[in-house]
């Protein structure tokens, strides 16, 4: 056989394979992209991908054309995420994703006791750790999650030296947080496989900084209905009113902390939480922090300098 018959036969040959080499991201072993063959263009290969995945939500943040997030379709509310994926953990939640600590009631940070203190140059700074076993794509949107406390609240999330409280951000099984600071280590668990995405990012560090979800506030009654029918009665006491301090803002449907409208629900389709007087209110988004979800964080620590 001679040198151009056989070139021709291995072109063949390569043409009808359907592996190819592997391609590590980020350096996880465990994550094995296996390529189509060579006979599939670049495009042909990205369409067909992108056909098999959630539709992507293009997230713009106050007006940074540079500061761009893909998020998952906001189809599914943050709750509802956090809730599948919290099946797996054997940690004792409240309201799904809030940890009860042994040291206090879960449930009691409506006064100073569990907030970060403020330094002197007027900054509330957070010490926080990442474990390694986040990829750095997955540091990049914590870090773009934290972005949005350090441009428009005085709230500063710094890596931790030698601080004695301080957040450990570490892929456990689920997505949850203490109410507050709690006092020495204490963990905001991200689950890399149904926590890393903007909204529960900001979720849980919301909780950390001692944020309720906003349908357990003391007034929620006259903007939202429970309907108590639709709910396990052992799973009751996640919509119990708490004794929260509501910082003078209104009653806020858009919150990142707000439940959806069906979670816990133990029929299928059926609503929990209803708005009222206008049922067809949106709730449960997963974007990120509302303007009053900001605007909470400056009132309750104090952000002076942000115009409170």
């Known amino acids: 056989m001679d040198l151009r018959a056989s070139i021709s036969l291995l072109v063949l040959l390569l043409l009808g394979l359907s592996k190819a080499l592997p391609v ?26 992108n056909n098999s995945l959630p539709k992507a939500l293009l997230v713009m943040e106050d007006g940074d054309e540079d500061e761009i997030l893909i998020e998952e379709s906001d189809s599914v509310d943050i709750t509802t995420q956090i809730l599948a994926t919290n099946n797996a953990s054997s940690e ?28 002197s140059n007027g900054k509330v700074q957070v010490p926080f750790r990442v474990n390694s076993r986040f990829s750095s794509n997955e540091r990049k949107k914590i870090q773009n999650a934290m972005a949005t406390f350090h441009r428009r609240t005085c709230v500063q999330f710094v890596a931790h030296w030698a601080q004695r409280d301080y957040i450990s951000i570490e892929n456990r099984a689920g997505c949850f947080s203490s109410l507050g600071r709690t006092g020495g280590r204490q963990v905001v668990s991200l689950n890399r496989r149904g926590c890393v995405y903007h909204g529960i990012i900001q979720h849980e560090l919301l909780h950390a900084l001692g944020f309720y979800h906003e349908q357990t506030r003391s007034d929620r009654d006259q903007y939202v209905k429970i309907n108590w029918n639709y709910i396990n009665p ?19 449907y858009t919150s990142v902390m707000h439940y959806g409208r069906t979670d816990f629900t133990t029929q299928r389709g059926k609503e929990t939480i209803t708005p009222i007087p206008n049922p067809n209110v949106q709730i449960g988004q997963r974007r990120g922090m509302s303007t009053t979800d900001i605007l909470r964080i400056n009132k309750l620590y104090g952000c002076c300098e942000y115009g409170v």
Request: glycine content about 2%; proline content about 4%; hydrophobic content about 35%.
């Open 234 to 252: 052992q799973l009751a006491s996640n919509f119990r009113i708490q004794r929260t301090n509501n910082l003078n803002t209104p009653y806020d």
């Open 92 to 119: 004792f939640l409240m309201e799904g994703d809030i940890v009860v600590p042994r040291t206090r009631n879960a449930m009691a940070c409506w006064n100073n006791q569990c907030l970060w203190r403020k330094s």
């Open 24 to 49: 590590m991201e980020d350096g996880d072993e465990n994550l094995i992209y296996i390529e189509e063959p060579y006979s599939v263009d670049i495009t042909t290969q990205i369409l067909a991908t």
